[in-house]
């Protein structure tokens, strides 16, 4: 069956539809994921009550899945499916633009997320386009980012032993493992497509901490405005979750805001990530 797929903004985002994600995917369906993928950044597809074990196979049918250091997985024999559970006790830690994972020297390629328990009101997503974003600077700044490098830090966003969740034992060597397992990494400012060739604005407010080449009060005005303008609503797109939603990302030219406003009410995700390539 041919997939159909619909945009959903002129710049970023797109609905498909005709698939079953439960089933094992046609060569013909993978590619025209792929290809929509590389058009549109980010693609939903509604009513799909995957199983975990159903959705491990969808994602690792894209590449090798990473193991999250901190959050939570769903089980041993699972351990690339990663649980987001909150609710009013157990708040969420990471309400702020930005892209998975990069704090390591291989950022997830794409990320796709299952919605399990979807609140009445609130929870939705917002994603932004670093594509259009880069394009949309004057070419004397684009000119001057392509030469820049940035440093990304696991402990921006993990800076204490509270924030780890998985495993049993001492949370505070467990953190520590996971400090050191992770030292910061340099990533270019701008990165390239590896498959388009298009270049894309590569940001993360949860762990970018600094441009290296820049003073630091430099730094924070250049980062404070690119911050600004990459997630400009022409830039977005919100979606909001049903239930057995499922999104994939291509997380090397997007950036993505899960919206706390749900609280205390409870909020259920399933996360699967594809590990990716050295930026460029």
């Given amino acids: ?61 894209f590449g090798d899945l990473h193991v999250h250091p901190i959050y939570p997985n769903l089980a041993p024999e699972l351990e690339e499916i990663m649980l987001l559970d909150n609710d009013g006790d157990h708040p969420p830690d990471n309400a702020k633009w930005h892209t998975d994972v990069t704090f390591i020297d291989t950022p997830p390629t794409g990320t796709i997320l299952s919605g399990k328990l979807i609140p009445p009101v609130g929870g939705d997503t917002l994603f932004a386009t670093g594509i259009a974003a880069f394009e949309a600077l004057s070419k004397p700044l684009q000119q001057f980012l392509l030469g820049l490098k940035a440093e990304h830090n696991f402990l921006k966003s993990f800076a204490q032993p509270r924030y780890h969740y ?25 990165r390239t497509h590896p498959e388009s060739g298009r ?79 050295k930026p460029y």
Wanted: net charge positive.
């Fill in 166 to 190: 998985k495993g049993q034992g001492d949370k505070k060597a467990l953190w520590e493992a996971a400090v050191k397992k992770n030292p910061p990494v340099i990533h270019p400012l701008v």
């Fill in 199 to 277: 270049k894309a604005l590569f940001l993360s407010q949860s762990h970018l901490t600094r441009i290296v080449d820049l003073h630091q009060a430099e730094s924070d005005a250049l980062l404070g405005f690119l911050f600004a303008h990459a997630t400009k609503p022409e830039f977005t797109l919100r979606w909001k979750w049903q239930p057995d939603d499922l999104a994939f990302w291509d997380n090397r030219v997007t950036q993505h805001y899960g919206v706390a406003d749900y609280l205390p009410n409870r909020r259920i995700m399933h996360r699967a990530t594809i590990l990716g390539d």
């Fill in 1 to 61: 069956m041919t997939l159909k797929i619909t945009p959903l903004t002129a710049t970023i985002g797109a609905l498909v539809e005709g698939i079953s994600l439960a089933e094992p995917l046609q060569s013909e369906q993978q590619a025209a994921i792929n290809s929509a993928l590389l058009q549109y950044q980010v693609l939903f597809f509604r009513n799909q009550p995957i199983t975990p074990h159903q959705q491990h196979a969808f994602a690792k049918s």
